[in-house]
T-cell receptor, first 114, second 113 residues
Framework: DAGVTQSPTHLIKTRGQQVTLRCSPISGHKSVSWYQQVLGQGPQFIFQYYEKEERGRGNFPDRFSARQFPNYSSELNVNALLLGDSALYLCASSSGQRAFYEQYFGPGTRLTVT | GQQLNQSPQSMFIQEGEDVSMNCTSSSIFNTWLWYKQDPGEGPVLLIA?????ELTSNGRLTAQFGITRKDSFLNISASIPSDVGIYFC?????????????FGKGTKLTVNP
Protein backbone atom coordinates (compact mmCIF):
# COMPACT_ATOMS: atom_id res chain seq x y z
CA ASP A 1 0.00 0.00 0.00
CA ALA A 2 1.14 3.53 -0.74
CA GLY A 3 2.15 5.66 2.20
CA VAL A 4 1.36 9.31 2.78
CA THR A 5 2.20 11.36 -0.30
CA GLN A 6 2.93 15.08 -0.42
CA SER A 7 3.42 17.55 -3.24
CA PRO A 8 5.42 19.38 -4.25
CA THR A 9 8.69 18.03 -2.87
CA HIS A 10 10.43 21.39 -2.89
CA LEU A 11 9.19 24.93 -3.31
CA ILE A 12 10.85 28.32 -3.44
CA LYS A 13 8.70 31.38 -2.83
CA THR A 14 9.25 35.10 -2.26
CA ARG A 15 8.19 37.00 0.85
CA GLY A 16 4.56 38.08 0.64
CA GLN A 17 3.53 35.30 -1.72
CA GLN A 18 1.04 32.56 -0.99
CA VAL A 19 1.65 28.80 -1.11
CA THR A 20 -0.52 25.67 -1.20
CA LEU A 21 0.82 22.31 -0.10
CA ARG A 22 -0.98 19.04 -0.79
CA CYS A 23 -1.25 15.74 1.02
CA SER A 24 -2.87 12.38 0.33
CA PRO A 25 -3.28 10.09 3.34
CA ILE A 26 -2.79 6.37 3.53
CA SER A 27 -5.76 4.59 2.01
CA GLY A 28 -8.44 4.11 4.67
CA HIS A 29 -7.09 6.84 6.95
CA LYS A 30 -9.58 9.60 7.67
CA SER A 31 -7.43 11.92 9.74
CA VAL A 32 -4.74 14.25 8.44
CA SER A 33 -2.42 16.42 10.50
CA TRP A 34 0.05 19.09 9.41
CA TYR A 35 3.34 19.86 11.12
CA GLN A 36 6.11 22.40 10.60
CA GLN A 37 9.68 21.30 11.22
CA VAL A 38 12.52 23.79 11.30
CA LEU A 39 16.14 22.70 11.29
CA GLY A 40 17.27 21.19 14.57
CA GLN A 41 13.78 20.90 16.04
CA GLY A 42 11.07 18.32 16.26
CA PRO A 43 7.88 18.73 14.24
CA GLN A 44 5.45 21.33 15.56
CA PHE A 45 1.70 20.77 15.23
CA ILE A 46 -0.24 23.11 12.94
CA PHE A 47 -3.63 21.49 12.23
CA GLN A 48 -5.57 18.26 12.41
CA TYR A 49 -8.58 17.37 10.31
CA TYR A 50 -10.87 14.39 10.72
CA GLU A 51 -13.82 13.67 8.48
CA LYS A 52 -13.36 17.11 6.87
CA GLU A 53 -13.66 18.96 10.17
CA GLU A 54 -10.90 20.78 12.03
CA ARG A 55 -10.18 18.95 15.27
CA GLY A 56 -7.16 20.81 16.47
CA ARG A 57 -5.08 23.88 15.76
CA GLY A 58 -1.60 24.71 16.95
CA ASN A 59 -0.13 28.06 17.86
CA PHE A 60 0.23 29.43 14.35
CA PRO A 61 -1.04 32.75 12.94
CA ASP A 62 -4.17 33.06 10.83
CA ARG A 63 -1.99 33.20 7.75
CA PHE A 64 -2.02 29.42 8.01
CA SER A 65 -5.18 27.61 6.94
CA ALA A 66 -6.08 24.12 5.83
CA ARG A 67 -8.92 22.01 4.61
CA GLN A 68 -9.76 18.38 4.02
CA PHE A 69 -11.62 17.08 1.00
CA PRO A 70 -14.25 14.31 0.72
CA ASN A 71 -11.54 11.87 -0.39
CA TYR A 72 -9.63 12.76 2.84
CA SER A 73 -6.79 14.48 1.03
CA SER A 74 -5.80 17.83 2.44
CA GLU A 75 -4.28 21.19 1.57
CA LEU A 76 -2.29 23.56 3.72
CA ASN A 77 -2.29 27.21 2.66
CA VAL A 78 0.07 29.87 3.91
CA ASN A 79 -0.53 33.50 2.97
CA ALA A 80 1.79 36.50 3.13
CA LEU A 81 4.89 34.35 3.45
CA LEU A 82 7.65 35.41 5.82
CA LEU A 83 11.27 34.34 5.82
CA GLY A 84 10.56 32.47 9.04
CA ASP A 85 8.07 30.22 7.26
CA SER A 86 10.98 28.42 5.61
CA ALA A 87 10.76 24.86 6.92
CA LEU A 88 9.89 21.27 6.15
CA TYR A 89 6.11 20.87 6.15
CA LEU A 90 5.01 17.40 7.10
CA CYS A 91 1.67 15.75 6.64
CA ALA A 92 0.67 12.77 8.75
CA SER A 93 -2.33 10.49 8.57
CA SER A 94 -3.96 8.22 11.10
CA SER A 95 -6.90 5.86 11.03
CA GLY A 96 -8.76 7.37 13.98
CA GLN A 97 -9.85 6.57 17.56
CA ARG A 98 -7.02 5.20 19.70
CA ALA A 99 -4.88 5.12 16.61
CA PHE A 100 -5.22 8.87 16.28
CA TYR A 101 -1.95 8.92 18.13
CA GLU A 102 -0.23 6.59 15.67
CA GLN A 103 0.44 9.11 12.96
CA TYR A 104 2.28 8.15 9.79
CA PHE A 105 4.25 10.87 8.08
CA GLY A 106 4.86 11.70 4.47
CA PRO A 107 8.25 12.79 3.11
CA GLY A 108 7.43 16.46 3.53
CA THR A 109 7.54 19.58 1.39
CA ARG A 110 10.65 21.72 1.77
CA LEU A 111 9.57 25.37 1.57
CA THR A 112 12.17 28.06 1.12
CA VAL A 113 11.09 31.70 1.38
CA THR A 114 13.52 34.27 -0.03
CA GLY B 1 4.19 25.12 25.19
CA GLN B 2 4.66 21.61 26.47
CA GLN B 3 8.24 20.41 26.23
CA LEU B 4 9.57 16.92 25.90
CA ASN B 5 13.21 16.77 26.88
CA GLN B 6 15.35 14.25 25.09
CA SER B 7 18.81 13.16 26.09
CA PRO B 8 21.43 12.88 24.98
CA GLN B 9 21.22 15.45 22.17
CA SER B 10 23.69 13.42 20.12
CA MET B 11 25.55 10.14 20.33
CA PHE B 12 28.60 8.82 18.51
CA ILE B 13 28.98 5.07 18.81
CA GLN B 14 30.77 2.15 17.19
CA GLU B 15 28.91 -0.40 15.14
CA GLY B 16 27.78 -3.26 17.36
CA GLU B 17 27.35 -1.17 20.48
CA ASP B 18 24.06 -0.84 22.34
CA VAL B 19 22.35 2.55 22.56
CA SER B 20 20.10 4.05 25.21
CA MET B 21 18.21 7.33 25.03
CA ASN B 22 15.39 8.82 27.02
CA CYS B 23 12.61 11.35 26.99
CA THR B 24 11.16 13.17 29.98
CA SER B 25 8.27 15.51 30.60
CA SER B 26 6.99 17.61 33.49
CA SER B 27 3.46 16.40 32.65
CA ILE B 28 1.91 12.96 32.58
CA PHE B 29 1.54 11.35 29.16
CA ASN B 30 -0.91 8.56 28.36
CA THR B 31 0.88 7.54 25.19
CA TRP B 32 4.50 7.61 24.10
CA LEU B 33 5.64 7.31 20.51
CA TRP B 34 9.13 6.89 19.13
CA TYR B 35 10.01 8.01 15.61
CA LYS B 36 13.18 7.90 13.49
CA GLN B 37 13.91 10.50 10.85
CA ASP B 38 16.50 10.18 8.11
CA PRO B 39 17.84 13.29 6.36
CA GLY B 40 15.33 14.71 3.89
CA GLU B 41 12.62 12.28 4.94
CA GLY B 42 9.58 12.34 7.18
CA PRO B 43 9.65 10.65 10.60
CA VAL B 44 8.93 6.92 10.64
CA LEU B 45 6.94 5.46 13.54
CA LEU B 46 9.01 2.84 15.37
CA ILE B 47 7.09 2.00 18.53
CA ALA B 48 3.89 3.12 20.28
CA UNK B 49 3.41 2.65 24.03
CA UNK B 50 0.03 2.91 25.75
CA UNK B 51 0.42 1.64 29.32
CA UNK B 52 2.68 2.64 32.20
CA UNK B 53 5.44 0.06 32.61
CA GLU B 54 4.85 -1.34 29.13
CA LEU B 55 7.90 -2.74 27.36
CA THR B 56 7.61 -3.16 23.60
CA SER B 57 10.13 -4.41 21.05
CA ASN B 58 10.47 -3.92 17.32
CA GLY B 59 13.42 -5.97 16.13
CA ARG B 60 16.56 -4.63 17.79
CA LEU B 61 14.61 -1.72 19.25
CA THR B 62 12.99 -1.82 22.67
CA ALA B 63 11.02 1.01 24.24
CA GLN B 64 9.59 1.38 27.72
CA PHE B 65 6.77 3.52 29.11
CA GLY B 66 8.05 4.84 32.45
CA ILE B 67 5.99 3.96 35.52
CA THR B 68 5.71 7.63 36.51
CA ARG B 69 4.17 8.26 33.06
CA LYS B 70 6.52 11.21 32.73
CA ASP B 71 9.28 9.43 30.86
CA SER B 72 10.08 6.86 28.22
CA PHE B 73 13.21 5.06 27.09
CA LEU B 74 14.44 3.67 23.79
CA ASN B 75 17.19 1.10 23.49
CA ILE B 76 18.86 -0.14 20.32
CA SER B 77 20.89 -3.31 20.55
CA ALA B 78 23.86 -4.21 18.35
CA SER B 79 23.75 -0.99 16.34
CA ILE B 80 24.37 -1.04 12.59
CA PRO B 81 25.19 1.82 10.19
CA SER B 82 21.58 2.14 9.01
CA ASP B 83 20.55 3.09 12.57
CA VAL B 84 22.01 6.53 11.84
CA GLY B 85 19.38 9.24 12.06
CA ILE B 86 17.47 11.41 14.50
CA TYR B 87 15.22 9.71 17.04
CA PHE B 88 12.22 11.64 18.33
CA CYS B 89 9.90 10.90 21.19
CA UNK B 90 6.36 12.24 20.94
CA UNK B 91 3.08 12.11 22.75
CA UNK B 92 -0.43 13.58 22.71
CA UNK B 93 -0.45 17.08 24.16
CA UNK B 94 -1.54 16.99 27.81
CA UNK B 95 -3.16 20.38 27.31
CA UNK B 96 -6.13 18.97 25.48
CA UNK B 97 -6.64 18.21 21.82
CA UNK B 98 -5.43 14.69 22.26
CA UNK B 99 -4.72 14.30 18.59
CA UNK B 100 -2.05 16.99 18.76
CA UNK B 101 1.37 15.39 19.08
CA UNK B 102 4.20 17.20 20.81
CA PHE B 103 7.75 16.20 19.93
CA GLY B 104 11.10 16.38 21.63
CA LYS B 105 14.07 17.96 19.89
CA GLY B 106 15.52 14.59 19.03
CA THR B 107 18.62 12.51 19.68
CA LYS B 108 21.01 12.42 16.74
CA LEU B 109 22.72 9.05 16.42
CA THR B 110 25.93 8.51 14.48
CA VAL B 111 27.26 4.96 14.06
CA ASN B 112 30.89 4.50 13.04
CA PRO B 113 31.50 1.30 11.04
Amino acid sequence: DAGVTQSPTHLIKTRGQQVTLRCSPISGHKSVSWYQQVLGQGPQFIFQYYEKEERGRGNFPDRFSARQFPNYSSELNVNALLLGDSALYLCASSSGQRAFYEQYFGPGTRLTVT
Amino acid sequence: GQQLNQSPQSMFIQEGEDVSMNCTSSSIFNTWLWYKQDPGEGPVLLIALYKAGELTSNGRLTAQFGITRKDSFLNISASIPSDVGIYFCAGPSPQGGSEKLVFGKGTKLTVNP
